[in-house]
């Protein structure tokens, strides 16, 4: 490739001078003008410094720079990709577990509320049996004491029917009566006691 560029350079340069040899008058009359304007000097600078870089290979350069910033580029963006899926990842671990911590505390409630209510059945339950007991307890004893309080009204009535009893017997009772009371009490006790 190169011995083509050194070809056509060479071929170029010498039909440049043959020309100038030839119709040198035609060219002098447009080249001498040319030579003194100023602006044909900058166009011919700037092609040197354009044809200096290409010789020097700075477009090369220029896109190796460019290709390298480029290929940096890439690779931050790459990276960046990679930690955005990282981020990704943990945000997805971090709201599972969340989401296991919300549905463990749910569960956590939930059981609890269970437990509040199976507690608060067997309070209840133990309340009414302990309830249902005192009264069972109380009725009892309203029962054993309405029994003594008729025991002992019956016994004062007992002891008052025997002293009205012994009063109206004393009263209407005269001594020969009493001696024949006695006499038959007397009889019957041997058949009382056997």
């Not at 307890?137 to 007992?158: F, G, H, T």
């Not at 209407?172 to 009382?192: G, N, W």
């Amino acid at each position: 490739m190169w011995a083509f560029r050194l070809a056509v350079q060479g071929l170029s340069t010498g039909l440049l001078i043959f020309f100038l040899v030839i119709d040198r008058r035609y060219y002098m009359d447009i080249l001498l003008p040319l030579l003194r304007n100023p602006e044909f000097w900058v166009g011919v600078g700037l092609v040197a410094i354009i044809l200096i870089f290409v010789r020097l290979r700075v477009p090369k350069m220029v896109a190796k720079l460019l290709d390298d910033r480029a290929g940096a580029i890439s690779h931050e963006l790459n990276e960046a990709k990679r930690l955005r899926e990282e981020a990704a990842a943990l945000l997805a671990g971090y709201q599972q577990k969340a989401a296991l911590a919300e549905n463990e505390a749910a569960a956590i409630l939930a059981d609890a509320k269970a437990e509040a209510e199976r507690y608060s059945k067997e309070t209840r339950a133990q309340l009414r049996v302990q309830i249902d007991r005192r009264a069972q307890m109380a009725k009892e004893k309203i029962e054993q004491a309405e029994a003594a309080a008729l025991d002992e009204i019956r016994a004062l009535a007992a002891d008052k029917a025997a002293l009205a009893a012994g009063n109206l017997i004393a009263a209407k009772l005269d001594e020969r009566h009493s001696d024949a009371l006695v006499q038959q009490s007397i009889k019957e006790l041997p058949e009382k006691l056997h």
